[in-house]
């Protein structure tokens, strides 16, 4: 059955369309920014400095649309110029502290793939840069809890009047600031979240270059927000955060300046209302090829290699 649009798109630059934004009316913000590293939709190349100018505008003018015990997170990677590398929560620390806002979490979202360094290590996370507005904060935990390592774990004797009773939380464990899901060590071994970044073979990607993938911002959707709760994304993309937003029943408000990004956006939250987005299922685990498949064999080509490299160092 279809299901009501509760999310809209403002088509334009978040510095003008943010003025069309009711004040105190966002539980959450949640927001990927562009990373000036130049991408196809990031044409002006700015210096750090004025990265760090435009980006602190940008959350100036976003704060007074959130209520009292709203949340902001804004998901970055890494600038890199020259070589040279700078993690950008580093920048973005500094402007939620000077604007006032007290920050929760840094959480570490691990992924499996992306681009191959030579001379450093390949980059394999990115950070979500949580923080709220005052102390008196919207956090719900249970929604996003992830099940015990040990559920039948008990106090001990030692415990007293606790002695034999079940010791974990039954709706289950904290899921931590490392994002990493893999349902097979998930709800199996060890409880951590792996999602993987959307590349080419993921069922979310579109045609943009960068986006994060829905379950991301439903972690935060569902721990930061109430059903009926407004989420707003200033540099929505291809609408990732609102599809997150509307399919826990939140209303969302996206703004993106490329026309063409707002129409993707714009056709997948339809598909979500007829039930006809593709999503990878929350808690899926990554695939991992079978001994003997094509991708999992060694080729002879570097069979050879290796034996090379192995006498030379
Ligand atoms: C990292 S992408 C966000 C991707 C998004 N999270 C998704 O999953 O599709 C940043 C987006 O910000 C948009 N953008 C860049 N500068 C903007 C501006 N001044 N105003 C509004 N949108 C802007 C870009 O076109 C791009 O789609």
Redesign the pocket.
Known sequence: MTKPQTSKILT????V?IARIEGASCTLVI?????NIG?E??PERRSLDEYHD?QRG?IKAVLPKLTEDGSICW?VGNYVSGGEFLPLDVLFIDIFRELGLRLRNRIIWRYNFGLHADKRFSGRYEMVLWATKSDDYKFNLHPVCVPQTYPGKRHSARKGEKAGIPSGNPLGKNPSDYWEFSAENDFLVNPVWEIPN?KASHPEK?E???????EL?ERCILSMTLPGDLVL?????????LIAAQKHGRRGVG????AS?VK??RARLDRLRKGELPLRPSGRPIRVPFPGEKVSTISTEWVVRRQQTAKAS
């Open positions: 334009g630059d978040v510095s369309k927001s990927s920014p562009p990373y991408k939709y990031e435009w940008v998901q959307v579109t943009h270059p960068c986006q994060f993938p829905v911002a994304d200033p540099f929505v993309g291809t609408g990732s955060s703004i993106e300046r490329d990004y993707i956006a």
